[in-house]
């Protein structure tokens, strides 16, 4: 065994990275990941409503028109604000992503059946050359 792997450290690397990779995203979880372009599409055609999880100043910085803002913290609290929506797609983002997985993970439990989680988040958002607004 050890002589295949001295012989293959190369593949051998290959593989645990492909499969660490493959873990990694079965372990984050958090609802559908969709581009900024997927998500312009279902906010456009489907009425997709967009759920903004950062803090207050982040927020304030610059937000995808027409979303409503719970900060992740007080989303459990205030889901009732959205129950409505349960049967549209709902796109969950943060700055990154890395919190809206949370988030999306909170409004499937809740019941939501079309929950998208925004790869890259408002940072792509914005890398994409995609409006922000501060009102």
Request: a neutral charge; aromatic letters at 6%.
């Amino acid at each position: 065994m050890m002589e295949f792997v001295q012989q293959n450290i190369f593949l051998v690397v290959l593989a645990l990275t492909s499969g660490g990779l493959l873990v990694w995203e079965l372990l984050k979880g958090g609802g559908n990941g969709i581009s900024t372009a997927e998500a312009t599409l279902k906010i456009n055609r489907e009425d997709a409503l967009v759920v903004d999880v950062r803090e207050a100043n982040e927020w304030a910085a610059g937000h995808i028109a027409n979303a409503r803002h719970i900060v992740l913290g007080q989303l459990e609290k205030r889901l009732h604000e959205i129950e409505k929506f349960k049967e549209r797609p709902v796109i969950v983002c943060c700055a990154s992503g890395m919190r809206s997985a949370g988030a999306c993970k909170q409004l499937q439990k809740a019941g939501f059946n079309q929950v998208f989680n925004l790869n890259g988040g408002i940072t792509a958002w914005g890398e994409a050359n995609l409006p922000l607004t501060t009102k």
